[in-house]
């Protein structure tokens, strides 16, 4: 059974699946971006602003980041369809 957008119930529940595994790639990655961006800066005797770049590079580079998987994985992989079936029984 097709629904109204061209995709069929397996064919949404694929790209659900997809979608979940591209996110937990983006929580690793920006766990990684907060380890390297806190701890791995952390070495470092650099201050900006009387604030440690480890503290900078922990917070504000892991929340850029995040921003930025966030926006990609809403282009590049999210897609837009209903999985409500009822609803589009409604429709047809």
């Not at 790209?15 to 690793?28: D, P, S």
Request: a negative charge; hydrophobic letters at 50%.
């Amino acid at each position: 059974m097709s629904s109204r957008d061209g995709l069929s119930y397996r064919q949404k529940m694929l790209q659900a699946n997809k979608e979940a595994k591209a996110t937990l790639v983006a929580l690793v990655l920006c766990i990684v971006v907060w380890a390297i961006g806190g701890f791995g800066l952390a070495g470092l005797d650099i201050e900006v602003f009387g604030t440690p770049v480890w503290i900078i590079g922990g917070t504000i580079g892991t929340w850029v980041f995040s921003i930025a998987a966030a926006v990609f994985l809403a282009k590049r992989v999210f897609a837009d369809f209903d999985l409500d079936e009822e609803e589009e029984a409604r429709h047809e």
